[in-house]
């Protein structure tokens, strides 16, 4: 089979989430939780993925930024470790971006007394950012696509 200049080639994926291992049938990883007197299943991220997080977080280029870019980092690192040097692009999609970021400023906005905002506010919050923040993380300079995934 041969590649036309329209072809999308996807060699893989990455992933981050409460099983670390798919083949482990037993490992679901979900738990039950009490939010505001109901209780529902939940799972947290699996601890070797928020080590990994908790490392990107820590990086003086990604300490500003939310945490749905770490989520996105660790999952690309993933995906990078086996595709080694061809990654060229990222396609990602979101349904907002950076929302605890940007509800944390809003925050800090709405109880101002001078009514400011942080001017990194946008650039950090703006859904853009995941996949320019993931290819910075993953140091490549192919393209970099965020899809909206809020109305799809």
Known sequence: MSMGPDDVLIL?????????????????GIHAQQFSGKTYPVAAVHESFEQKIQRIA??????????IVHLACASASELKSRLGNHLTGISIGSSRGATGLWERRFGEFRGSATALMSPDTSPLTTLGNLASSLMQYLQTDGLAVSHSMTCA
């Open 12 to 28: 893989g994926s990455g992933y981050v989430c409460a099983v670390p291992d798919f083949s482990d049938t037993n490992a679901t």
């Open 58 to 67: 820590a990086q003086r280029t990604f300490q500003a930024s939310d945490r």
